[in-house]
């Protein structure tokens, strides 16, 4: 049996239960094999791959927290530190109630790769809770933040891991929590990222993860010798990433379809209204089907359905596993030419070869969504030097990111005989800077 397959066999048997953090590993080893044939001796012995998947650390801890009623509720917390090779452990926190271990480290894993892949010097790591903070109140969820924070200050800070927003963690959340460890901690540093523009966060940071997205599409077409102007395109999600995924594909010329959150999805055939679904999600907290209220021409469906609609290109940007096999043969069968992962692995693996095999250009969400985490190290660039740069500055940089990124998956795709291949490329690139800062720091 090949190292690799050995490797992932391990995992299977040592992490049982967690299937997310299974398909991420399996994913991202097996367009290894070929690094990992050409050094399989040196790799095995330095037990190299069982060192990648395994966290440096995984913390768990119990978040009591008082609700409107005065009751107690109790819920789960997780830090997944998983790489710190080349930089402080980075990525978001999680707040929803499909959280568990075995997700909190597939996107930890992920995130090892995808920080690599940005150039810039973090490591990889995730966090989160299963707590849902739909329908609470915001006393609630301050009372939550706060409790969440009190634990994971002991395991944060400026120089040792710095965490973020990801789904159901925004600015407000990001504001309680920062107050709570600065009160603990008594400093007043940056160990999270997102913040309000009052207290140290990024200009453009809210926009990064979407406005990164349509950056690295765009380079991708430009050496087709193509561009965004007067594609259509279908969007899953009505959150952070969904919505300045929308905005940049509007502003480099692309007409956007549709739109979901997880009760339904909206159809607007004159293409999205973006200030509505501002105010529906970022200013009402509500749900999509309030969208007809503004577009009364629009559809709402009940369910899924998104990869249904026509479209050029599509962009999955609410969470894992919402494409499958029958909604890639769909998107084939309507002729999509792009897919595009704003999400965190959104692609099932049945689906992504699917698309691959029948010509559809794959970004795998490593690459495509880095521009999120990207201005996230940029935010702790301005804080570090107690600056603030111009949203241009940011901006600019960012695209900047995204451009090398796609060139750098692009060149290590081809140098492997992967020509077109963006997960293999991807894998490869990314995991070649962690294996050769590993090597350098030796068995830690
Ligand atoms: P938000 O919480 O802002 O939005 C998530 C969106 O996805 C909402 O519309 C939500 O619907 C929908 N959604 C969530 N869970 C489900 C589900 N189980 N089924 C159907 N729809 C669902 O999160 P983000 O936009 O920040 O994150 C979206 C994805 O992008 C995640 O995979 C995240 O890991 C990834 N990502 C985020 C980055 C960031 O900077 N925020 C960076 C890189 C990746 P509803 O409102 O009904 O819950
Ligand atoms: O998945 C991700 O890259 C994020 N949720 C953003 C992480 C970050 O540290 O900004």
Not at 42 to 62: G, M, S
Not at 177 to 184: D, L, T
Not at 239 to 244: D, H, T
Request: glycine letters at 10%; proline letters at 3%; charged letters at 25%.
């Amino acid at each position: 049996m090949s190292y690799v397959d050995e490797v992932i066999e391990r995992v299977i048997k040592e992490n049982p239960n967690e299937p997310e953090f299974h398909q991420a590993v399996r994913e991202v080893l097996d367009s290894l094999k070929v690094v990992v044939d050409a050094n399989e001796e040196a790799f095995r012995k330095d037990a190299l791959l069982e060192r990648i998947v395994n966290p440096e650390r995984q913390i768990k801890f119990r978040v009591p927290w008082i609700d409107d009623n005065g009751n107690v509720q109790v819920n789960t917390g997780y830090r997944v530190q998983f790489n710190s090779a080349i930089g402080p452990y980075k990525g978001g926190i999680r707040l929803h109630p499909s959280v568990n271990l075995g997700i909190i480290k597939f996107l930890g894993f992920e995130q090892i790769f995808k920080n690599s892949l940005t150039g810039l010097p973090i490591g990889g790591g995730k966090g989160g809770s299963d707590f849902d903070p739909k329908g609470k109140s915001d006393r609630e969820i301050m009372s939550f933040c706060q409790s969440f924070m009190t634990e994971l200050c002991k395991y944060i800070g400026a120089d040792t891991d710095v965490p973020a927003g990801d789904i159901g963690t925004g600015a407000r959340e990001i504001g309680y929590m920062y107050g709570q460890y600065k009160r603990i901690r008594g400093v007043f540093e940056g160990v999270l990222t997102g913040k309000g523009l009052s207290y140290g966060g990024s200009l453009a940071r809210k926009q990064a993860t979407g406005y990164g997205l349509l950056y690295i599409v765009e380079e991708m077409l430009k050496c087709k010798g193509d561009s965004l102007e007067g594609k259509t395109a279908i969007v899953s999600g009505a959150g952070n990433v969904a919505i300045y995924a929308i905005e940049k594909a509007q502003q480099l010329g692309a007409k956007v379809l549709t739109a979901s959150d997880s009760t339904g999805w909206v159809y607007d055939p004159e293409g999205i209204d973006l200030e509505a679904l501002k105010e529906i999600k970022e200013v009402k907290r509500a749900r999509l089907t309030e969208y007809k209220n503004y577009r009364p021409n629009s559809e709402y469906h009940e369910g899924r359905g998104v990869w249904t609609v026509k479209a050029d290109i599509a962009l999955p940007c609410a969470t894992q596993n919402e494409l499958d096999l029958d909604d890639a043969k769909a998107l084939v069968a309507n002729s999509v030419k792009v897919v595009a992962e704003g999400a965190n692995m959104p692609t099932t693996r049945e689906a992504t070869e699917y698309l691959q095999e029948n010509g559809v250009v794959f970004l795998p969400g490593k690459a495509a969504n880095a521009g999120g985490v990207a201005t996230s190290a940029l935010e702790m660039s301005q804080n570090s030097e107690r600056l603030h740069w111009s949203f241009e500055e940011v901006d600019s940089k960012l695209q900047g990111i995204m451009i090398n990124l796609f060139h750098n998956i692009d060149d290590a795709a081809k140098k492997y005989g992967f020509e077109g291949n963006y997960v293999a490329g991807a894998n490869i690139a990314g995991f070649e800077k962690v294996v050769d800062a590993m090597n350098a720091q030796g068995i830690v």
